[in-house]
């Protein structure tokens, strides 16, 4: 429909089925409630029961008091809210309860009064014959009658005596009757509004004897006035919107009518999409019930259009009741977006303020126009319009251009909610392949609001490869390639798609009509379709033309690349028999595709000679920009070989090439590289300046996916140099960027870095809350990987902070994720960290499984790092289980599995757990040189972390061997913690007792007295407490077993004192209060030689430690107990605390004391 001075819209609707006419004959129906049959009334009878009651008992109580001061009620609620429906079922509620009572209703509109108060009672007395006989009189008689000013109280009076007459007559045995008028506040003003006539009506009202009970329905106030007769006049009952759950009773009640199942979650969904586009409205329910049975978008969009014509009046009428400020804040509402504050309109209308427009707002409010809720974070409110149909009523009688392009722009809040994302998508295709662009579009955007759109490099690359290809076509679609290009660069891919729809040419002109096809519903996110697309392409294409098989192969391969790698890399198999006759160019590209294929399967040796030969193949065609890309794939080959010297050398010439030719995105590239290769090199500062510089550049080339993936290298570089503040401001850097271009992996790589650059700084609450951002965006944004990562991540700093179980709970769910994906990589590396946290919480047998099944995904993937890392998990559980020989073989065929493919720091942690396995093997030779090759390996690679963990394996292995040197690696590790203050090293100062074992067996006492002195302000600045455990001890004593009771006696001798000075020399909260007693107790444990125990009583001299003079006791006590034949003779005559010490380093039993009760029982029977 049209209205006058409207242009008519610019789309033709389709015609109606004849079932969807009957439909909308039905909605007038809707509209007569009191004609209404009561069965149909009580079907759809949808809630309302508390209002219901409260009628009901108003009614009871007027019964009860009659005739008298009877209860009368009015009814409100906005126009639409069931007011009407509501009468009709109080009225059959009443004569189901009370026959008897007379239930008279006025006709809803009321045009027979005009002006003179007593017209009212003239009709109620009609009302009140007709109910006895049955007649039309209140329709025949009650007209309208022209009024007159004079004798208006008698002509009151009047009225009044022939309703008591009337009310005689319809109520012989008494009683009461009740009686409806609707709209009573437009019929005040009609017939009351002077203030006399008024006042009339409420002393008629509140009569004493009066019989008759006013029920009024009313949208605005009648008796909230404190200043009018009316004030409080009746009881209120106030009609609120349905809700959500009250809407879809509704709508399963009509359906259960008309015979119809209950509504399934699907279409509850959509009924709850429509409760919110109808604001609750439970006559706008009863209209849009049909909208629940269609799935075309256009159809919903017609049945609204069909109802703002039924409603045209009453919308209007809404419009027209309000006054002119209310109506232009309505209009700048509606047309400048909703919701919106009243700040924001305030500004939006040109007032001085919110303060100015406030008492309109109210007034809009007062008649629900608008409803306002809390906005978030503030305590403003946001308001909107909630009945969307008047909104879509509003925008076609504005003449809205956006309405007249699509129906459908006018109710997008409604399509919103109503279509799933999945329904959106289909829908856009759908209408694109209609070749209706605009309704293709709008579902298009709807499908991706919300969700930024992750790097693709189907998308990132298109263009790129679409004008490289048009160099070996004749492509012709009526608009130039560089035209076309600008289309698919731009936002209107739809366009293309269209001039390519139809296209009939064949080869490779043929095959890049598909591939613009496919990019095009690419872009509307059809992937599936894309592909579809392409296959077909690829079926026609001729087998000889092997150019055209070569575009659509490749862009097959990148399109599945932008889903899963791997699909993508078997894709390119196909690959292989091609190339006999295609130009130097494809072929070098299609070398570079193969060369790819082989690093993604893991396949480097067959990467780098395939990148090698694309190379060659670039420089001989001139394609520079072909060379820079083969470079990069070399550079990658080489990095994945282990050959990083050469990666670093190529990543070089690339960067130089790309610069010469003026390529500053394959610039930055190759800068990025640069500093990842440096990165691994431990060349961290050189690094830094490679980051820099990829940063400047991919800002210059406008690149900013590539600034991203820079931003994140400078993270992790910074980082690595523990300068974790920089790292954290870079990651955050990268995040922010990567936000503001849509890139969400590029957005959940910057979290998760941030995530680990505050774990660093041990702010671990902060970095276990950061993960989980970035995991939620992960999961927003359909980045799986990123999705695991970040919920690995999340389970390392769950497990930081001690919080095991919620960490093994991530570590399970990101490998369970992992195998729902077939992402074995993945579900290896989620498994690996599994099985650690399994160990942290000793559960070493599924530890053990955990790390088994992690090699086997690992073998999968192809991956021999994470293979390495879970054979290393996999021997530290088999030793925490004390099956030392398979924890030895595990770690062994983890080093050999390392060595052979040059990785250098998981050799390092596999060498030193294989020391660690040696060592509980008691083969301490070998441990050493394992610990000692550990370390190397560990300095080499310039790895801090590792190498102090190695060193305090070699310290370890040092207390069961001589090693002169182990004073000089405990002074490196002393040198690398002041260095690098990473919370993950081995800490020195709780090995600081081992060092002193190492140094006794090896009698390096003069080097650790040189130590103590140079490495003076280390030793006296350590803020945890340097302990010397019972260990230590034993160690001494092992050495007098080994060596005699001389080199014993000398270890002891010279270990104490030094001890004793070094304590004294750390500060309070370092010390070890109990050191002696600790180191004693081991010692008294450990060694059986009376004689031995006496000579080192003797070193117990006063000023060593408090417990000196106990340390001696108990040393000489022992010596008697061990020299004696029955140990229980001394031990009877000892203090009782020291037998009970002596007897458990012995372990020997308390011989079974005599009872006091026994003794008892011995003198009851001498009696």
């Not at 790390?851 to 999968?860: D, H, P, T």
Request: aromatic fraction near 6%; proline fraction near 4%.
């Amino acid at each position: 429909m049209t209205y006058d001075n409207e242009p008519t819209p610019h789309y033709s609707k389709p015609m109606l089925p004849s079932d969807r006419k009957e439909r909308h004959r039905r909605i007038v129906r809707t509209f007569m409630t009191q004609d209404m049959a009561d069965d149909d009334i009580l079907s759809l009878a949808t809630g309302r029961e508390p209002e219901l009651a409260r009628i009901m008992n108003a009614v009871e109580r007027s019964m009860r008091v009659a005739p008298g001061t009877l209860q009368h009620l009015v009814l409100y609620g906005n126009r639409g809210f069931g007011k009407s429906f509501t009468t009709r079922r109080v009225q059959i509620a009443v004569a189901e309860r009370w026959p008897d009572i007379p239930f008279l209703m006025l006709p809803e509109e009321q045009h027979s009064m005009q002006r003179d108060p007593h017209s009212l009672l003239d009709t109620i007395a009609l009302k009140l014959s007709d109910s006895r006989s049955g007649a039309d009189s209140a329709y025949d008689e009650g007209h309208f009658r022209w009024p007159t000013a004079k004798d208006s109280a008698k002509r009151w009076d009047a009225s009044e005596s022939e309703v008591e007459r009337a009310l005689d007559l319809a109520l012989p045995g008494g009683g009461i009757a009740v009686l409806v008028v609707e709209n009573f506040d437009i019929l005040l003003r009609k017939l009351f509004h002077e203030d006399l006539d008024e006042q009339r009506l409420r002393r008629w009202l509140d009569r004493k004897s009066n019989r008759l009970m006013l029920f009024a329905t009313a949208t605005g106030t009648v008796d909230m006035d404190y200043d009018r007769p009316l004030f409080h006049a009746f009881e209120t009952v106030r009609l609120e919107p349905w809700s959500g759950d009250e809407c879809i009773a509704y709508f399963n009640r009509l359906r259960s009518r008309d015979g119809l199942v209950p509504l399934g979650p699907e279409r509850e969904a959509k009924a709850r999409a429509v409760a919110d586009f109808i604001g609750g409205t439970p006559r706008l329910a009863q209209l849009l019930g049909d909208v629940l049975e269609t799935e075309d978008a256009l159809e919903v969009a017609e049945i609204m259009t069909a109802l703002t014509d039924r409603l045209a009046d009453y919308y209007r009428r809404r419009i027209e009741d309000l006054p002119p400020l209310s109506i232009g804040l309505l209009d700048a509402i509606i047309r400048g977006g909703e919701p919106v504050s009243q700040t924001e309109l305030a500004a939006r209308v040109g007032a001085g303020g919110q303060s100015d427009i406030a008492r309109v707002m109210s007034e809009l409010q007062r008649a629900d126009i608008v409803r306002g809720r809390p906005a978030p974070n503030t305590r403003e409110k946001l308001y909107r319009v909630p009945d969307r149909v008047f909104v879509h009523y509003y925008r076609l009688r504005q003449g809205s251009r956006a309405a007249q392009d699509t129906p459908l722009t006018t109710i997008l809040d409604f399509l919103r909610s109503f279509y799933s994302r999945a329904e959106r998508r289909l829908q856009s295709l759908t209408h694109l392949e209609a070749g209706r662009i605009r309704e293709a579009r709008l579902f298009s955007d709807l499908a991706r609001e919300g969700e930024p759109r992750s790097t693709d490099k189907f998308m990132e690359n298109f263009v790129k490869d679409f004008k490289f290809y048009l160099g070996f076509a004749s492509w012709r679609v009526g608009i130039s390639a560089e035209e076309v290009a600008a289309l698919l660069e731009g936002s209107n891919p739809e366009e293309a798609y269209l001039l390519c729809q139809n296209e009939t040419q064949r080869g490779a002109a043929g095959a890049i009509s598909a591939m613009v096809r496919a990019h095009a519903v690419h872009r509307f996110d059809h992937p599936g379709k894309a592909k579809e697309i392409l296959e077909s392409a690829l079926t026609c294409a001729e087998e000889e033309d092997e150019i055209a098989r070569f575009i659509l192969i490749d862009q097959m391969c990148t399109l599945a690349a932008s889903r899963s790698h791997l699909d993508a890399a078997q894709m390119a198999n196909a690959l292989e028999d091609l190339g006999a006759n295609l130009p130097i160019p494809m072929e070098a590209k299609r070398l570079r595709r193969l060369a790819w294929r082989s690093s993604i399967l893991g396949h480097h040796t067959k990467a780098l000679e395939a990148a090698t030969l694309a190379v060659a193949r670039a420089i001989e065609a001139g394609d520079s920009l072909g060379e820079i890309e083969g470079l990069r794939l070399k550079m990658f080959a080489l990095r994945s070989l282990g050959r990083l010297m050469e990666a670093l050398e190529v990543a070089c010439r690339s960067a130089d090439l790309a610069a010469r030719e003026g390529d500053a995105r394959g610039e930055a590239a190759s800068l990025r590289f640069q500093a990842g290769l440096l990165d691994d090199l431990g060349q961290y500062d050189r690094a830094l300046v490679a980051t820099s510089r990829a940063v400047e550049r991919a800002a210059k080339a406008g690149d900013a996916f590539e600034e991203v993936k820079s931003l994140h290298i400078r993270a992790i570089t910074l980082g690595n140099l523990k300068r974790h503040e920089e790292a954290l401001e870079a990651a955050y850097r990268a995040a922010e960027r990567a936000a503001e271009v849509s890139n969400a992996n590029g957005e959940v790589i910057g979290l998760r870095l941030q995530s680990f650059a505050l774990s660093n700084l041990g702010r671990h609450e902060e970095a276990l809350e950061t993960s989980a951002r970035a995991a939620e965006r992960a999961i927003e944004a359909g980045e799986t990987r990123e999705e695991l990562v970040s919920l690995r991540l999340r389970a390392l700093t769950l497990g930081d902070l001690g919080r095991y179980e919620e960490a093994l709970a991530a570590a399970s769910r990101a490998a369970e994720r992992a195998a729902e994906l077939g992402e074995a990589l993945e579900e290896a590396l989620s498994l690996r960290l599994k099985s650690l946290t399994l160990d942290d919480l000793e559960r070493h047998e599924e530890a053990l499984e955990a790390a088994s099944q992690g090699v086997e995904r690992a073998l999968e993937a192809g991956d021999t790092e994470v293979e390495v890392a879970n054979l290393r998990y996999r021997a530290i559980s088999l030793g925490r289980l004390e099956r030392y020989e398979e924890a030895l073989e595990a770690a062994t065929q983890a080093v050999n599995r390392a060595s052979l493919t040059g990785q250098i720091r998981e050799e390092s942690n596999s060498v030193r757990f294989k020391a660690q396995t040696l060592g509980k093997l008691g083969r301490h030779r070998e441990a050493w040189i394992d610990a000692k090759r550990s370390a190397d390996l560990a300095r080499s690679a310039n790895d801090a972390y590792s190498l102090s963990w190695s060193i305090l394996q070699c310290v370890i292995t040092a207390t069961h061997i001589e090693r002169p040197d182990v004073v000089s690696l405990f002074d490196e590790w002393l040198r690398l913690q002041q260095a690098n203050k990473s919370p993950n090293l081995a800490k020195a100062e709780l090995e600081v007792g081992t060092l002193f074992a190492a140094v006794a067996r090896a009698g390096e006492w003069e080097a650790l007295d040189q130590l103590i002195e140079e490495q003076a302000a280390a030793l006296t600045s350590f803020e945890t407490t340097v302990w010397f455990h019972r260990s230590v001890g034993e160690d001494i004593a092992k050495i007098s077993f080994e060596k005699g009771r001389a080199e014993g006696y000398e270890a002891m001798a010279s270990a104490l004192p030094r001890i004793a000075a070094l304590v004294k020399r750390l500060p309070d909260i370092a010390r070890d209060p109990t050191w002696l007693p600790d180191i004693i107790t081991g010692f008294a444990e450990a060694c059986r030689d009376p004689g031995l125990l006496r000579d080192v009583a003797t070193l117990m001299a006063p000023d060593i430690a408090p417990q000196a003079a106990e340390s001696a006791r108990l040393l000489y006590s022992l010596a008697k107990v061990d020299e004696a034949e029955d140990p229980e003779t001394p031990l009877a005559r000892m203090d009782p605390d020291v037998a009970t010490v002596i007897r458990r380093l012995r372990g020997l039993t308390d011989p079974e004391p005599v009872s006091s009760g026994r003794k008892r029982i011995r003198k009851k029977r001498g009696r």
